[in-house]
Protein backbone atom coordinates (compact mmCIF):
# COMPACT_ATOMS: atom_id res chain seq x y z
CA UNK A 1 0.00 0.00 0.00
CA UNK A 2 1.56 3.28 -0.92
CA UNK A 3 2.18 5.41 1.32
CA UNK A 4 0.00 9.05 1.38
CA UNK A 5 1.89 11.98 1.56
CA UNK A 6 2.22 13.98 4.54
CA UNK A 7 0.42 16.72 5.57
CA UNK A 8 0.98 20.06 4.59
CA UNK A 9 0.52 21.38 8.15
CA UNK A 10 2.77 19.11 9.86
CA UNK A 11 6.41 20.69 10.05
CA UNK A 12 8.80 18.37 8.36
CA UNK A 13 11.26 18.13 10.94
CA UNK A 14 8.31 16.78 12.90
CA UNK A 15 7.75 13.53 10.83
CA UNK A 16 9.37 10.33 11.38
CA UNK A 17 10.03 6.92 9.19
CA UNK A 18 9.37 5.05 12.51
CA UNK A 19 5.67 4.13 12.92
CA UNK A 20 4.10 1.63 15.84
CA UNK A 21 2.06 -0.29 13.32
CA UNK A 22 4.95 -1.19 11.54
CA UNK A 23 8.32 -0.68 13.43
CA UNK A 24 7.83 -4.00 15.65
CA UNK A 25 6.79 -6.24 12.70
CA UNK A 26 3.98 -6.97 11.04
CA UNK A 27 4.25 -10.19 10.00
CA UNK A 28 4.85 -13.15 12.24
CA UNK A 29 8.77 -12.98 13.72
CA UNK A 30 10.44 -15.74 15.25
CA UNK A 31 12.15 -14.90 18.16
CA UNK A 32 10.46 -11.11 18.01
CA UNK A 33 10.40 -8.30 21.06
CA UNK A 34 7.87 -6.39 19.18
CA UNK A 35 8.23 -4.34 23.15
CA UNK A 36 11.21 -3.85 22.62
CA UNK A 37 11.63 -2.39 19.09
CA UNK A 38 8.68 0.75 19.82
CA UNK A 39 10.68 1.72 23.40
CA UNK A 40 13.39 3.30 21.41
CA UNK A 41 11.05 6.65 21.30
CA UNK A 42 11.24 7.94 24.94
CA UNK A 43 14.67 9.61 23.87
CA UNK A 44 13.33 12.00 21.56
CA UNK A 45 10.35 14.26 21.68
CA UNK A 46 6.82 13.64 23.30
CA UNK A 47 5.05 13.58 20.07
CA UNK A 48 5.99 13.75 15.94
CA UNK A 49 4.43 12.73 12.79
CA UNK A 50 4.83 8.86 11.98
CA UNK A 51 4.01 8.90 8.02
CA UNK A 52 2.38 5.58 8.36
CA UNK A 53 1.08 4.25 11.40
CA UNK A 54 -2.28 2.27 10.60
CA UNK A 55 -3.73 -0.59 8.65
CA UNK A 56 -4.87 2.05 5.83
CA UNK A 57 -1.51 3.69 5.92
CA UNK A 58 -2.65 6.97 7.21
CA UNK A 59 0.27 8.81 9.16
CA UNK A 60 -0.47 9.84 12.74
CA UNK A 61 0.77 11.98 15.77
CA UNK A 62 2.47 9.54 17.76
CA UNK A 63 2.25 10.65 21.09
CA UNK A 64 5.04 9.08 23.72
CA UNK A 65 4.99 10.22 27.03
CA UNK A 66 2.38 8.34 29.45
CA UNK A 67 1.32 11.75 30.97
CA UNK A 68 -0.11 13.29 27.47
CA UNK A 69 -1.20 10.37 26.49
CA UNK A 70 -3.66 10.53 29.39
CA UNK A 71 -4.37 14.29 28.40
CA UNK A 72 -5.30 12.83 25.17
CA UNK A 73 -7.69 9.70 26.53
CA UNK A 74 -9.45 11.81 28.92
CA UNK A 75 -10.39 14.73 26.26
CA UNK A 76 -12.72 13.01 24.11
CA UNK A 77 -14.28 16.36 23.32
CA UNK A 78 -10.82 17.22 21.30
CA UNK A 79 -10.15 13.26 20.68
CA UNK A 80 -12.82 11.25 19.35
CA UNK A 81 -12.91 7.34 19.47
CA UNK A 82 -15.39 7.77 16.05
CA UNK A 83 -13.04 5.95 13.97
CA UNK A 84 -15.16 2.74 12.50
CA UNK A 85 -12.16 0.22 12.76
CA UNK A 86 -14.24 -3.23 12.25
CA UNK A 87 -16.24 -0.86 9.91
CA UNK A 88 -13.45 -0.61 7.57
CA UNK A 89 -12.64 -4.11 7.17
CA UNK A 90 -16.62 -4.42 6.23
CA UNK A 91 -17.00 -1.50 4.02
CA UNK A 92 -20.40 -1.03 5.84
CA UNK A 93 -21.00 1.84 8.07
CA UNK A 94 -21.27 0.04 12.03
CA UNK A 95 -19.46 1.76 14.52
CA UNK A 96 -18.38 -0.80 17.41
CA UNK A 97 -20.27 0.22 20.33
CA UNK A 98 -19.59 1.47 22.86
CA UNK A 99 -15.71 2.11 21.98
CA UNK A 100 -16.33 4.20 18.96
CA UNK A 101 -19.27 6.23 20.25
CA UNK A 102 -18.30 9.69 21.98
CA UNK A 103 -19.84 11.02 25.43
CA UNK A 104 -22.81 11.30 26.07
CA UNK A 105 -23.96 8.39 23.68
CA UNK A 106 -20.87 6.84 24.91
CA UNK A 107 -22.41 6.76 28.70
CA UNK A 108 -25.63 5.54 27.86
CA UNK A 109 -24.06 1.77 26.39
CA UNK A 110 -21.21 2.12 28.78
CA UNK A 111 -24.00 2.04 31.72
CA UNK A 112 -26.12 -0.57 29.97
CA UNK A 113 -23.28 -3.16 29.95
CA UNK A 114 -21.06 -2.01 33.30
CA UNK A 115 -22.80 -4.66 35.23
CA UNK A 116 -22.02 -7.42 32.90
CA UNK A 117 -18.26 -7.41 33.70
CA UNK A 118 -18.40 -5.57 36.92
CA UNK A 119 -16.41 -7.38 39.90
CA UNK A 120 -19.27 -9.15 41.31
CA UNK A 121 -20.60 -10.88 38.15
CA UNK A 122 -16.53 -11.90 37.32
CA UNK A 123 -16.70 -13.58 40.92
CA UNK A 124 -20.13 -15.22 39.66
CA UNK A 125 -17.81 -16.82 36.62
CA UNK A 126 -14.83 -17.91 38.29
CA UNK A 127 -15.53 -21.57 39.50
CA UNK A 128 -16.12 -21.92 35.91
CA UNK A 129 -12.66 -19.99 34.54
CA UNK A 130 -10.89 -21.82 37.19
CA UNK A 131 -12.38 -25.29 36.14
CA UNK A 132 -11.59 -24.62 32.27
CA UNK A 133 -8.17 -23.78 33.13
CA UNK A 134 -6.95 -26.70 35.45
CA UNK A 135 -8.88 -29.75 32.70
CA UNK A 136 -6.98 -28.21 29.68
CA UNK A 137 -3.71 -27.68 31.63
CA UNK A 138 -4.18 -31.64 33.48
CA UNK A 139 -4.97 -32.38 29.95
CA UNK A 140 -1.80 -31.17 28.57
CA UNK A 141 0.23 -32.46 31.43
CA UNK A 142 -1.34 -35.75 31.02
CA UNK A 143 -0.10 -36.13 27.42
CA UNK A 144 3.45 -35.06 27.35
CA UNK A 145 5.80 -32.71 28.34
CA UNK A 146 5.58 -30.61 26.24
CA UNK A 147 2.89 -28.31 24.11
CA UNK A 148 2.20 -25.29 22.28
CA UNK A 149 1.07 -23.08 24.94
CA UNK A 150 -1.29 -20.75 22.48
CA UNK A 151 -2.87 -23.59 20.30
CA UNK A 152 -3.39 -25.93 23.85
CA UNK A 153 -3.89 -23.64 26.18
CA UNK A 154 -4.22 -19.73 25.76
CA UNK A 155 -6.23 -19.91 22.77
CA UNK A 156 -9.29 -22.32 24.12
CA UNK A 157 -9.28 -21.57 27.47
CA UNK A 158 -9.88 -17.61 26.44
CA UNK A 159 -12.42 -19.01 23.97
CA UNK A 160 -14.24 -20.75 26.37
CA UNK A 161 -14.57 -18.64 28.65
CA UNK A 162 -15.97 -15.95 25.92
CA UNK A 163 -18.36 -18.56 24.68
CA UNK A 164 -19.65 -19.24 28.32
CA UNK A 165 -20.36 -15.43 28.40
CA UNK A 166 -22.53 -15.58 25.61
CA UNK A 167 -24.21 -18.61 26.51
CA UNK A 168 -23.00 -21.28 23.67
CA UNK A 169 -21.30 -24.04 24.23
CA UNK A 170 -17.78 -25.42 23.25
CA UNK A 171 -17.88 -27.15 19.67
CA UNK A 172 -17.28 -24.18 17.69
CA UNK A 173 -14.47 -23.48 19.59
CA UNK A 174 -11.49 -23.74 17.35
CA UNK A 175 -14.10 -21.75 14.33
CA UNK A 176 -14.10 -19.18 16.67
CA UNK A 177 -10.28 -18.71 17.34
CA UNK A 178 -9.90 -18.77 13.97
CA UNK A 179 -11.85 -15.82 13.15
CA UNK A 180 -10.83 -13.67 15.79
CA UNK A 181 -6.64 -14.46 14.62
CA UNK A 182 -7.80 -13.41 11.11
CA UNK A 183 -9.71 -10.30 12.06
CA UNK A 184 -6.72 -9.20 14.03
CA UNK A 185 -4.01 -10.27 12.41
CA UNK A 186 -4.59 -11.43 8.85
CA UNK A 187 -3.58 -10.09 5.30
CA UNK A 188 -6.18 -8.21 3.29
CA UNK A 189 -8.37 -11.06 2.45
CA UNK A 190 -8.33 -12.85 5.25
CA UNK A 191 -9.46 -9.77 7.19
CA UNK A 192 -12.78 -9.18 5.51
CA UNK A 193 -14.02 -12.60 5.11
CA UNK A 194 -13.30 -12.82 9.16
CA UNK A 195 -15.41 -9.56 9.49
CA UNK A 196 -18.27 -10.77 7.53
CA UNK A 197 -18.08 -14.14 9.07
CA UNK A 198 -18.22 -12.83 12.30
CA UNK A 199 -21.01 -10.32 11.92
CA UNK A 200 -23.24 -13.26 10.37
CA UNK A 201 -22.57 -15.18 13.80
CA UNK A 202 -23.90 -12.42 15.70
CA UNK A 203 -26.45 -11.73 13.49
CA UNK A 204 -27.93 -15.19 14.04
CA UNK A 205 -27.34 -15.74 17.55
CA UNK A 206 -29.69 -12.40 18.54
CA UNK A 207 -32.36 -13.58 16.27
CA UNK A 208 -32.08 -17.11 18.18
CA UNK A 209 -31.72 -15.34 21.80
CA UNK A 210 -35.30 -13.23 20.19
CA UNK A 211 -37.11 -16.30 19.37
CA UNK A 212 -35.38 -18.25 22.35
CA UNK A 213 -34.52 -16.04 24.78
CA UNK A 214 -32.11 -17.63 27.23
CA UNK A 215 -30.00 -16.61 30.44
CA UNK A 216 -26.78 -15.06 29.04
CA UNK A 217 -25.63 -12.23 27.28
CA UNK A 218 -26.99 -12.26 24.04
CA UNK A 219 -30.24 -12.29 25.52
CA UNK A 220 -29.76 -9.82 27.76
CA UNK A 221 -28.72 -7.36 25.00
CA UNK A 222 -31.67 -7.87 22.49
CA UNK A 223 -34.09 -7.30 25.41
CA UNK A 224 -32.18 -4.06 26.79
CA UNK A 225 -33.17 -0.38 26.45
CA UNK A 226 -31.34 2.39 26.31
CA UNK A 227 -33.38 6.05 27.49
CA UNK A 228 -37.02 3.92 26.95
CA UNK A 229 -36.60 2.61 23.40
CA UNK A 230 -35.04 -1.20 22.50
CA UNK A 231 -31.74 -1.30 20.67
CA UNK A 232 -31.62 -1.12 16.99
CA UNK A 233 -29.99 -3.87 15.09
CA UNK A 234 -26.92 -1.60 14.17
CA UNK A 235 -26.16 -1.73 17.97
CA UNK A 236 -27.19 -5.24 18.75
CA UNK A 237 -24.49 -5.61 15.85
CA UNK A 238 -21.91 -2.88 17.04
CA UNK A 239 -22.10 -4.33 21.05
CA UNK A 240 -21.68 -8.02 19.72
CA UNK A 241 -18.75 -7.55 17.36
CA UNK A 242 -17.09 -5.44 20.06
CA UNK A 243 -17.38 -8.51 22.85
CA UNK A 244 -15.97 -10.47 20.42
CA UNK A 245 -13.14 -8.86 19.23
CA UNK A 246 -12.19 -7.47 22.93
CA UNK A 247 -12.31 -10.69 24.72
CA UNK A 248 -10.80 -13.20 23.14
CA UNK A 249 -7.21 -12.51 21.40
CA UNK A 250 -6.01 -9.94 24.16
CA UNK A 251 -6.00 -12.03 27.03
CA UNK A 252 -4.73 -15.10 25.28
CA UNK A 253 -2.06 -12.86 24.32
CA UNK A 254 -1.71 -12.14 28.01
CA UNK A 255 -1.18 -14.88 28.76
CA UNK A 256 1.16 -16.18 26.01
CA UNK A 257 3.74 -12.93 26.59
CA UNK A 258 3.52 -14.00 30.62
CA UNK A 259 4.27 -17.77 30.30
CA UNK A 260 6.99 -16.88 27.36
CA UNK A 261 8.74 -14.25 30.13
CA UNK A 262 8.64 -16.82 32.99
CA UNK A 263 9.76 -19.65 30.59
CA UNK A 264 13.01 -17.08 29.67
CA UNK A 265 13.08 -16.24 33.17
CA UNK A 266 13.54 -19.41 35.31
CA UNK A 267 14.42 -17.55 38.80
CA UNK A 268 10.68 -15.46 38.58
CA UNK A 269 9.19 -18.73 37.34
CA UNK A 270 10.20 -20.15 40.63
CA UNK A 271 9.70 -17.16 42.98
CA UNK A 272 5.92 -17.38 41.54
CA UNK A 273 5.16 -21.00 41.69
CA UNK A 274 6.87 -20.96 45.08
CA UNK A 275 4.88 -17.71 46.76
CA UNK A 276 1.99 -18.07 44.30
CA UNK A 277 0.10 -14.80 46.71
CA UNK A 278 2.80 -12.63 44.36
CA UNK A 279 1.00 -13.74 41.06
CA UNK A 280 -1.51 -11.13 41.39
CA UNK A 281 0.85 -8.40 41.91
CA UNK A 282 2.99 -10.18 39.18
CA UNK A 283 0.54 -10.05 36.66
CA UNK A 284 -0.20 -6.36 36.86
CA UNK A 285 4.07 -6.07 36.23
CA UNK A 286 3.53 -8.39 32.91
CA UNK A 287 0.50 -6.34 31.81
CA UNK A 288 2.72 -3.26 32.21
CA UNK A 289 5.33 -4.91 30.30
CA UNK A 290 3.69 -6.57 27.67
CA UNK A 291 0.52 -4.60 26.50
CA UNK A 292 -1.15 -5.27 23.50
CA UNK A 293 -3.16 -2.28 22.10
CA UNK A 294 -1.92 0.91 20.04
CA UNK A 295 -5.43 3.41 20.99
CA UNK A 296 -5.87 5.88 17.92
CA UNK A 297 -8.18 8.95 18.64
CA UNK A 298 -9.30 11.60 15.80
CA UNK A 299 -9.03 15.15 16.42
CA UNK A 300 -12.34 17.33 16.52
CA UNK A 301 -10.75 20.65 15.77
CA UNK A 302 -6.98 21.69 15.24
CA UNK A 303 -4.72 22.20 18.19
CA UNK A 304 -1.33 22.64 19.07
CA UNK A 305 -0.29 20.20 21.32
CA UNK A 306 3.26 19.90 22.89
CA UNK A 307 4.39 22.05 19.75
CA UNK A 308 3.17 19.89 17.12
CA UNK A 309 -0.02 21.66 15.00
CA UNK A 310 -3.11 18.79 14.94
CA UNK A 311 -5.47 19.80 12.63
CA UNK A 312 -9.31 18.54 12.64
CA UNK A 313 -9.25 14.52 11.52
CA UNK A 314 -5.46 13.88 12.07
CA UNK A 315 -4.95 10.91 14.05
CA UNK A 316 -3.48 10.80 16.80
CA UNK A 317 -1.80 7.45 18.37
CA UNK A 318 -1.61 6.74 21.98
CA UNK A 319 0.26 3.15 22.20
CA UNK A 320 0.21 1.58 25.33
CA UNK A 321 3.28 -0.18 24.40
CA UNK A 322 5.19 3.03 24.76
CA UNK A 323 3.05 4.60 27.99
CA UNK A 324 4.11 1.67 29.86
CA UNK A 325 7.91 1.72 28.91
CA UNK A 326 8.18 5.58 29.63
CA UNK A 327 11.34 6.02 31.96
CA UNK A 328 9.54 9.61 33.49
CA UNK A 329 6.44 7.04 34.70
CA UNK A 330 8.09 3.72 35.39
CA UNK A 331 11.77 3.35 36.82
CA UNK A 332 13.81 1.10 34.72
CA UNK A 333 11.02 0.72 32.36
CA UNK A 334 12.62 -2.22 30.41
CA UNK A 335 13.21 -3.94 33.28
CA UNK A 336 10.28 -6.69 34.53
CA UNK A 337 10.50 -6.34 38.25
CA UNK A 338 7.82 -8.66 39.28
CA UNK A 339 7.13 -6.86 42.69
CA UNK A 340 6.85 -3.64 41.13
CA UNK A 341 4.36 -1.41 43.66
CA UNK A 342 2.27 1.30 42.51
CA UNK A 343 2.11 0.19 38.32
CA UNK A 344 0.12 2.81 37.15
CA UNK A 345 0.04 1.11 33.81
CA UNK A 346 -1.92 1.62 30.81
CA UNK A 347 -2.87 -1.89 29.16
CA UNK A 348 -6.26 -1.39 30.40
CA UNK A 349 -6.61 2.17 28.48
CA UNK A 350 -7.43 5.67 30.48
CA UNK A 351 -10.97 7.71 30.04
CA UNK A 352 -14.25 7.08 29.45
CA UNK A 353 -13.08 3.99 27.21
CA UNK A 354 -11.20 2.00 29.92
CA UNK A 355 -11.30 -1.50 29.39
CA UNK A 356 -14.55 -2.75 29.91
CA UNK A 357 -13.66 -6.46 30.74
CA UNK A 358 -10.55 -5.67 32.99
CA UNK A 359 -11.81 -7.62 35.83
CA UNK A 360 -12.53 -10.83 34.12
CA UNK A 361 -9.29 -10.75 31.95
CA UNK A 362 -7.11 -10.09 35.28
CA UNK A 363 -8.40 -13.00 37.01
CA UNK A 364 -8.39 -15.19 33.95
CA UNK A 365 -4.91 -14.04 33.86
CA UNK A 366 -3.67 -14.68 37.41
CA UNK A 367 -5.95 -18.07 37.72
CA UNK A 368 -4.39 -19.30 34.08
CA UNK A 369 -0.91 -18.81 35.62
CA UNK A 370 -1.83 -20.08 38.86
CA UNK A 371 -3.07 -23.75 38.01
CA UNK A 372 0.08 -23.85 35.25
CA UNK A 373 2.62 -23.00 37.95
CA UNK A 374 0.77 -25.64 40.63
CA UNK A 375 0.25 -28.34 37.53
CA UNK A 376 3.80 -27.88 34.93
CA UNK A 377 7.19 -28.04 36.73
CA UNK A 378 10.50 -26.35 35.29
CA UNK A 379 9.56 -25.07 32.03
CA UNK A 380 11.81 -23.53 29.67
CA UNK A 381 10.88 -22.52 25.76
CA UNK A 382 11.75 -25.62 23.89
CA UNK A 383 15.30 -26.25 22.01
CA UNK A 384 14.95 -25.23 18.05
CA UNK A 385 11.82 -23.83 18.45
CA UNK A 386 11.24 -20.27 18.58
CA UNK A 387 8.04 -18.02 20.08
CA UNK A 388 6.16 -16.28 17.12
CA UNK A 389 4.97 -12.88 17.63
CA UNK A 390 4.12 -10.19 15.27
CA UNK A 391 3.39 -5.87 15.61
CA UNK A 392 0.64 -4.22 14.36
CA UNK A 393 -2.64 -2.53 16.21
CA UNK A 394 -2.62 -5.36 18.30
CA UNK A 395 0.44 -7.13 18.97
CA UNK A 396 0.23 -10.62 19.26
CA UNK A 397 2.23 -13.89 20.26
CA UNK A 398 1.46 -16.82 17.53
CA UNK A 399 2.75 -19.99 19.07
CA UNK A 400 4.61 -20.70 22.01
CA UNK A 401 6.24 -24.44 22.63
CA UNK A 402 7.54 -25.19 26.16
CA UNK A 403 9.38 -28.07 27.98
CA UNK A 404 9.27 -29.29 31.19
CA UNK A 405 10.71 -32.45 32.37
C1 LIG B 1 -5.63 -8.50 28.70
C2 LIG B 1 -6.80 -8.34 28.13
C3 LIG B 1 -7.36 -7.03 27.66
C4 LIG B 1 -6.70 -5.87 27.33
C5 LIG B 1 -5.19 -5.61 27.32
C6 LIG B 1 -7.72 -4.89 26.97
C7 LIG B 1 -7.44 -3.59 26.61
C8 LIG B 1 -8.41 -2.65 26.34
C9 LIG B 1 -8.14 -1.25 26.04
C10 LIG B 1 -6.75 -0.64 25.97
C11 LIG B 1 -9.33 -0.63 25.84
C12 LIG B 1 -9.54 0.86 25.52
C13 LIG B 1 -9.71 1.10 24.04
C14 LIG B 1 -9.81 2.57 23.68
O1 LIG B 1 -9.84 3.43 24.57
O2 LIG B 1 -9.86 2.89 22.48
C15 LIG B 1 -10.36 -1.62 25.99
C16 LIG B 1 -11.71 -1.37 25.85
C17 LIG B 1 -12.68 -2.35 25.95
N1 LIG B 1 -12.49 -3.67 26.34
FE1 LIG B 1 -10.75 -4.55 26.82
N2 LIG B 1 -8.95 -5.49 27.06
C18 LIG B 1 -8.78 -6.78 27.50
C19 LIG B 1 -9.78 -7.71 27.73
C20 LIG B 1 -11.12 -7.49 27.58
C21 LIG B 1 -12.17 -8.46 27.83
C22 LIG B 1 -11.93 -9.88 28.38
C23 LIG B 1 -13.35 -7.88 27.49
C24 LIG B 1 -14.75 -8.40 27.52
C25 LIG B 1 -15.15 -9.61 27.66
C26 LIG B 1 -13.05 -6.52 27.06
C27 LIG B 1 -13.99 -5.60 26.66
C28 LIG B 1 -13.72 -4.30 26.34
C29 LIG B 1 -14.75 -3.34 25.93
C30 LIG B 1 -16.24 -3.62 25.78
C31 LIG B 1 -14.08 -2.12 25.69
C32 LIG B 1 -14.72 -0.80 25.25
C33 LIG B 1 -15.01 0.07 26.45
C34 LIG B 1 -15.58 1.43 26.09
O3 LIG B 1 -15.48 1.88 24.95
O4 LIG B 1 -16.15 2.06 26.99
N3 LIG B 1 -11.69 -6.33 27.13
N4 LIG B 1 -9.79 -2.83 26.31
Not at 158 to 171: E, K
Not at 332 to 358: K, Q
Request: with cysteine; glycine share 6%; net charge negative.
Amino acid sequence: MATPPVPDHVPPEMVSDFSVFTSAGMAPTPNGDPHAAVACVHSGPPIFYSRSNTRDGRGAWVITRASDQRRVLQDAETFSSNRRIFASALGEDLPMVPLELDPPAHGVFRSLLNPLLSPKRVKELEPAVRERASALIDRIAASGKSCDVMKDFAFPFTVNIFLRFLGLPDDRLDTFAGWAKDLLHGDDVRRPAAAKTILAFIDELAAMRRKEPADDFMTFIVQAKVEGRWLTDQEVRGIGVLVFIAGLDTVAAAIGFDLAYLARNLKDQQLLRSEPDRIGLATEELLRAYPTIQLIRVATKDIDFEGAPIRKGDYVSCATMIANRDPAEFECPNTVDLGREDNRHAAFGYGPHRCLGSHLARREIVIGLEEWLARIPQFRIKKGTAPITSGGHVFGIENLILDWF
